[in-house]
């Protein structure tokens, strides 16, 4: 019996040792969403933008179906900015661009063109899926951004993992 005494109190004491040590790992998982960084591309440059950049950008939060191979249907709301207004407040020419590439962690590339991404309500960087943050791939999510097409009716082109935007 005292045996079993001292190995319940060992784990007792491992089990809140880890916890203690885990800690500032948990913090840095709520934090991932701020220290997010979307790399630009055009002109021969490269910007790096954070979310507190992208968070001063006009919010809108909308309803879309998101539609996964295999899988019915969802009903869902993404909340974000849309990319062409992110490109204003970076001061990005887009007159004589063609086309936008995004691209992502996992290598999904989707090519967009310069007419769709300047529609009004279109392209969103987003952020957000029901109010919760999209998190990273690492976390089981599909952000920390992610590319939603609002004229896009079947989803294919959404690119999840968005960590690169290029316009050409």
């Known amino acids: 019996m005292k045996k079993v005494v001292i190995v319940l109190v ?19 998982k709520a934090a991932s969403q701020e220290k997010a960084i979307l790399y630009i591309k055009a002109d021969g440059k490269e910007m790096e933008v954070d979310f507190a950049t992208i968070k001063e950008l006009p919010e809108k939060e909308f309803p879309a179906v ?17 990319l062409k207004d992110l490109l204003a407040k970076l001061e990005i020419k887009t007159a004589d661009k063609k086309q936008v ?6 290598g999904y590339t989707v090519a967009l063109s310069m007419e769709e991404v300047l529609l009004d309500d279109n392209v969103y960087i987003v952020y957000k899926r029901d109010g919760k943050d ?7 999510g599909s ?9 896009d009716q079947f989803g294919q082109r959404w690119n999840k993992y968005l960590m690169e935007i290029e316009l050409q």
């Open 134 to 140: 999209l998190g990273t791939r690492e976390e089981g």
């Open 101 to 106: 590439i995004t691209k992502a962690v996992d």
């Open 66 to 82: 998101l539609k996964s191979s295999g899988k019915p249907p969802v009903d869902t709301s993404y909340t974000g900015v849309q």
């Open 143 to 151: 952000g920390p951004y992610q590319i939603v097409i609002r004229g």
């Open 10 to 28: 060992v784990l007792l004491i491992i089990v809140a040792v880890t916890a203690f040590l885990n800690r500032e790992s948990l913090k840095d």
